[in-house]
């Protein structure tokens, strides 16, 4: 089973650091809270430093469980 849960994921920009967090969304850039990482536009950048959302890895990927 999975631990991950749609819409509590946390995705981590490659270049800079930056956690995108579905919670809390980028309220700054139009994302409300609370939207999925695949609902989020194509168009949106990293607010820290403008990185595509190709960028982005899950944060889970550098987490171990427990
Ligand atoms: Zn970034």
Redesign the pocket.
């Known amino acids: 089973m999975s631990s991950v849960i749609p819409g509590q994921r946390r995705f981590v920009?490659m270049?800079?650091?930056?956690v995108f967090d579905e919670a809390l969304g980028d309220p700054d850039s139009g994302i409300a809270p609370g939207t999925l990482w695949e609902d989020v536009p194509d168009d949106w950048y990293?607010p820290?430093?403008?990185?595509a959302k190709g960028?982005f890895e899950p944060e889970a990927r550098f987490t171990t469980p427990g």
């Open positions: 920009c270049l800079c650091m930056y990293c820290k430093c403008g990185a960028y």
